[in-house]
Structures are given as structure tokens and as C-alpha cells.
T-cell receptor
């Protein structure tokens, strides 16, 4: 079993839709949770960074962490064609430098 | 703008011919990482530097080496590239929280897409 599981998609939605992206994980020691956006042939760009459980909102993006269920989510409101990219979840514990990534979900937002 | 810069963006090399990828940063971060990302896969950590201390992942092949001559620069050397080393190579940086054994979130460069032929 992988430490982080993420549905690869692709996920196709119409412009303006609410998008929900999810990851599950197995290591209960993870404390820091990130979402990265990666456009084709580019490096990952940090979108959201949260610590422990709870919600964090930044503009159209909301990150949720449920440590009891080992489940994290990223919601994108009013999705735009420019949101079309691969979204990677990532997480780490406080014991070291290693970040574990999911394989990414490909999102297509149709105009 | 402060950033992480990788060169070259695209590199084609022959099977077995050594290749070096470079990364520079203006963020003054003390941790630098190299990741390998194959198509539709998660980035895989190869190694990282905390200041000058080198930390190799257990499953990183010996074929992969790294150098960090100063805070701003880090190099990835692939001594004898194989066809299976075709991938995107990502450099990232972060800052270790003083007194803690971990670091902040990582900021990535644009990557070098390496093709071995």
C-alpha cells in the first residue's frame, strides 16, 4: 500500500463548477499537508499549506484535513479553464525533511 | 523575484554519457532537494542537502550524485544515464526551522526534462 493515495483522474468539469480533489494516507505521523498545482512540463507550484486538522481558505481554494479519517481535500470554487492542471497532494511529519507526494489528479475545466 | 532556477529546461543525452543539471536559488534557503518525476507519477526524492550536509535516500541509485558548492547552487550529476532515467528532474528549496528537526514547505523550480536516447 502506498503511503499516499490519489485518484489520477482525469477529472473534467465545466467552467464555474466546484471541484473536489482528495487524498488518503496511511501514516498517522503526518502533520503538514500541502497541495501543489503542476502545469504540463512545469514544476509544482505551492497552493495551500496546512498544519494538523481543520480548514484553510485562500481565495477560491479551500483545503480541509481530517486526521481522524486520514483524508485531505482541496476544493476549488468557480473553476476556470486556467485551473486545468495536475494537482498533487503532499504531506510530511515533524520528524524529518521528507515530503511524500501523491501521484496527482489531472483536472480539465472546460470553457 | 526570488526564485528557484533550473538549467537547462530541456536536455537530451546519449545512453551512458554523463550529464549535469544545475539549480540556483535566491531564496537563501538552507535546504535543497532533488526529485525525479516520471510521467504521471509522484515526484520521488533522490537526496537533499541541509546546509552542506548531504542526505541520500536509501533507494537512490549510485549513478546519481550531487554537489552543493554554496548556499545558492546545487548540481545533479548522472554518471552513466540509462533509458530509465528519462524523467523530469525537479529542484526544490525550503528553510529549516531553527531548533526543529524539520523544515517548511518546499518551493520548486521549473524542472529539467531529461531525455536519454
Amino acid at each position: 500500500q502506498k503511503e499516499v493515495e490519489q485518484d489520477p483522474g482525469p477529472l473534467s468539469v465545466p467552467e464555474g463548477a466546484i471541484v473536489s480533489l482528495n487524498c488518503t494516507y496511511s501514516n498517522s505521523a503526518f502533520q503538514y499537508f500541502m497541495w501543489y498545482r503542476q502545469y504540463s512540463r512545469k514544476g509544482p507550484e505551492l497552493l495551500m499549506y496546512t498544519y494538523s486538522s481543520g480548514n484553510k481558505e485562500d481565495g477560491r481554494f479551500t483545503a480541509q484535513v481530517d486526521k481522524s479519517s486520514k483524508y485531505i481535500s482541496l476544493f476549488i470554487r468557480d473553476s476556470q479553464p486556467s485551473d486545468s492542471a495536475t494537482y498533487l497532494c503532499a504531506m510530511k511529519n515533524t520528524g524529518g525533511f521528507k515530503t511524500i507526494f501523491g501521484a496527482g489528479t489531472r483536472l480539465f475545466v472546460k470553457a | 523575484d526570488a526564485m528557484v532556477i533550473q538549467n537547462p529546461r530541456y536536455q537530451v543525452t546519449q545512453f551512458g554519457k554523463p550529464v549535469t543539471l544545475s539549480c540556483s536559488q535566491t531564496l537563501n534557503h538552507n535546504v535543497m532537494y532533488w526529485y525525479q518525476q516520471k510521467s504521471s507519477q509522484a515526484p520521488k526524492l533522490l537526496f537533499h542537502y541541509y546546509d552542506k550536509d548531504f542526505n541520500n535516500e536509501a533507494d537512490t541509485p549510485d549513478n546519481f550524485q550531487s554537489r552543493r558548492p554554496n548556499t545558492s547552487f546545487c548540481f545533479l550529476d548522472i554518471r552513466s544515464p540509462g533509458l530509465g532515467d528519462t524523467a523530469m528532474y525537479l529542484c526544490a528549496t525550503s528553510t529549516q526551522i531553527r531548533g526543529a528537526g524539520w523544515d517548511t514547505e518546499a518551493f520548486f523550480g521549473q524542472g529539467t526534462r531529461l531525455t536519454v536516447v
